[in-house]
């Protein structure tokens, strides 16, 4: 976790709801505990304190702090030392005792796992010390019936509050830590698949593919390049680059079936996974593709007309791996390219019905 700026507030907030929770209830069990020992004044006067005006002022020393997360540690703390007072002030009345270190412990271990439980626990035993000092022990009380009752709330309702603080925050992280692969597997100009996350579902696919018969095994892959980017680039700018990638990036998306797999593998080149697909089938939806794009204009310049050359490549079970098959479809779009472009280009060592060469 980071332990500055934005990580610190944000632990401040969550222990900001949990404390005004956990001391109010608190108050009322030690309240019940020392009622019958007639304290002096100035114990009721710390008491009050502690539970109603310390959470406040605990979250504005921490939000105020160049450092929070390391506030709200010291504030943890100082919450140990006084919850360990409190028992030596309840003269260790059995059960408000066991009730107010058990969920003091329960916090502590919630926010920083063994090694902060073990450091609110050394803080605890200052704090009994401490008390120990203030109050000489003479007899440990038994608990009352009105003093179980009091210990209730801070049984029922902290535990739930602290759970639920705990699951809000851990949904978060995982919203996050989605969102973060999803990035780390996204292109952040197209939108779509980069070059690492399409060459895993292209290792699927081939998976897939080998699970079925030679017969049933259908699916084609297809390798994209924007004919003369560079030139594009040159003459309009990088800008007016970007605009036809992102053109391309939405008409694959807006134009190909749900379970068609699409990225982009790098620079001005996509690419395509087309499952259950004959080669015939893949090409009519390739060249479809090619010449829809053929025909979009650009505000950049209205006479800029940008054309596609296109590998395809079907499985064959003869493949040895996903990599023979993607240097199939590399090598037919070397061949639209160097053949004229504006083409979709596939194998010919199938039936001319599924062979054709656009």
Known sequence: MQKTGKKGLSL????????????????????????PLDPAPWVWGLLLFNGLLWPHLSYQWARRSAVPYHAEHRNLLIDALLGGFWVAAMQFNPLPT???????????????????????????????????????????????????????????LYPLALGWICFRQAYTLGRQKRELLALSRTDSLTGLLNHGAWKDRLNEEFQRCLRHPPDEALGAIALIDIDHFKAINDTYGHGAGDVVLRQL???????????????????????????????????QAMDGLRERFATLAYEQDPALKVSLSIGLAAFNPAYGDATAWFNDADQLL?????????????????????????
């Not at 222990?15 to 309240?31: D, E, H, K, N, Q």
């Open 249 to 283: 990036g939405k008409l694959l998306r807006q134009n190909l079936r749900a379970a068609d797999i699409v990225g982009r593998y790098g620079g001005d080149e996509f690419c395509v996974i087309l499952p259950d697909l004959t080669l015939h089938k893949a090409v």
């Open 12 to 35: 401040a907030r969550r222990l900001y709801t949990s404390r005004i929770l956990g001391l109010a209830l608190g108050l009322l069990l030690v309240s019940a505990a020392v009622y």
């Open 334 to 358: 070397y061949e639209a390219k160097s053949s004229g472009r504006n083409r979709v280009v596939c194998q010919r060592h199938l039936p001319k019905l599924e062979a054709s060469t656009v």
């Open 98 to 156: 066991a009730v107010t270190l058990a969920m003091m412990s329960m916090n502590n271990v919630a926010i920083g796992g063994l090694r902060f439980l073990l450091a609110g626990a050394l803080a605890q035993v200052a704090g009994i010390a401490l008390g120990s000092v203030v109050f000489p022990l003479t007899s440990v009380p038994m608990t009352s019936p009105t003093q179980l009752y009091a210990c209730l709330p801070l049984l029922c």
